[in-house]
């Protein structure tokens, strides 16, 4: 893997740009490259968080396991997200993690994140921002559960895992790859697979949304958005600003 294919340096810079010490910094997490399959676990809750990873390819979910066998996903990453982040603090993994598809994950210590700690404020505020986007998305979640009926749902989650990919993806439209099952999205909703089956039924009837398989299709973007009610606050782009505002405090970011 090429340093310029390296996909954290690729994520990376949609925030900023990075000078030559700092690409560095980040392909050296990406300098173990595992080839991982469909569902298989990356580590389990409780146990010793030695390392964390670079989700290079693929997608991944973090989850708790209920004692009637069940799960609840909490999160679900991308190619290009830092998986772990959250067990910096605790030093142990708050939650399990699985793959959802077949990809490629790099393992690292957590000595990596302390280099770049001390070797580039710049990334490390991007790694903080990135973090707390991570819990907004956790807290957003919660209030996706409690407070909204399915269809709002099903709907918000889905135009939350759109603009997720649009960020990196600015090419994606109204069609897009969602490799989730049924049963995963009922895990993520806390709905049972039937009722998600029912509510994507009640969609495409309407004419809001098609899903064919793995694939997406959202004829008309705002009148969607609409439907979910959904605002893109906790989600909004704003480590690029926050960046700029430290820079033009006069601190130093190299």
């Given at each position: 893997?090429?340093?310029?294919?390296?996909?954290?340096?690729?994520?990376?810079?949609?925030?900023?740009?990075?000078?030559?010490?700092?690409?560095?910094?980040?392909?050296?997490?990406?300098?173990?490259?595992?080839?991982?399959?469909?569902?298989?676990?990356?580590?389990?809750?409780?146990?010793?968080?030695?390392?964390?990873?670079?989700?290079?390819?693929?997608?991944?979910?973090?989850?708790?396991?209920?004692?009637?066998?069940?799960?609840?996903?909490?999160?679900?990453?991308?190619?290009?997200?830092?998986?772990?982040?959250?067990?910096?603090?605790?030093?142990?993994?708050?939650?399990?993690?699985?793959?959802?598809?077949?990809?490629?994950?790099?393992?690292?210590?957590?000595?990596?994140?302390?280099?770049?700690?001390?070797?580039?404020?710049?990334?490390?505020?991007?790694?903080?921002?990135?973090?707390?986007?991570?819990?907004?998305?956790?807290?957003?979640?919660?209030?996706?559960m409690g407070r909204r009926t399915a269809r709002e749902k099903v709907a918000h989650f889905i135009c939350e895992m759109h603009l997720?990919?649009?960020?990196?993806?600015?090419?994606?439209?109204?069609?897009?790859?969602?490799?989730?099952?049924?049963?995963?999205?009922?895990?993520?909703?806390?709905?049972?697979?039937?009722?998600?089956?029912?509510?994507?039924?009640?969609?495409?009837?309407?004419?809001?949304?098609?899903?064919?398989?793995?694939?997406?299709?959202?004829?008309?973007?705002?009148?969607?958005?609409?439907?979910?009610?959904?605002?893109?606050?906790?989600?909004?782009?704003?480590?690029?600003?926050?960046?700029?505002?430290?820079?033009?405090?006069?601190?130093?970011?190299?």
């Amino acid at each position: 893997m090429l340093d310029r294919d390296r996909c954290l340096v690729r994520n990376f810079k949609h925030y900023c740009a990075l000078d030559e010490t700092e690409a560095e910094l980040l392909a050296a997490l990406e300098k173990t490259p595992q080839t991982v399959s469909n569902a298989q676990m990356l580590w389990e809750e409780n146990h010793f968080a030695e390392t964390l990873c670079v989700l290079s390819e693929g997608w991944a979910c973090s989850y708790r396991s209920m004692d009637d066998g069940t799960r609840q996903i909490l999160n679900i990453f991308l190619p290009g997200d830092v998986v772990g982040l959250s067990d910096f603090s605790p030093r142990r993994h708050l939650t399990s993690v699985a793959m959802l598809t077949e990809g490629v994950i790099c393992r690292f210590p957590f000595k990596n994140l302390t280099d770049i700690f001390t070797t580039s404020p710049r990334l490390t505020t991007v790694l903080f921002s990135l973090a707390g986007q991570q819990q907004a998305i956790m807290a957003e979640r919660l209030v996706n559960m409690g407070r909204r009926t399915a269809r709002e749902k099903v709907a918000h989650f889905i135009c939350e895992m759109h603009l997720r990919l649009r960020k990196t993806c600015p090419d994606i439209t109204h069609r897009f790859n969602l490799p989730l099952s049924q049963q995963v999205l009922a895990d993520v909703l806390g709905l049972s697979a039937v009722h998600v089956s029912r509510t994507f039924s009640e969609l495409r009837e309407e004419g809001l949304l098609y899903r064919e398989r793995n694939r997406i299709e959202i004829p008309d973007l705002e009148a969607f958005y609409d439907v979910a009610n959904f605002s893109d606050i906790y989600l909004g782009d704003s480590i690029s600003e926050l960046l700029k505002l430290i820079e033009n405090d006069g601190s130093t970011l190299r």
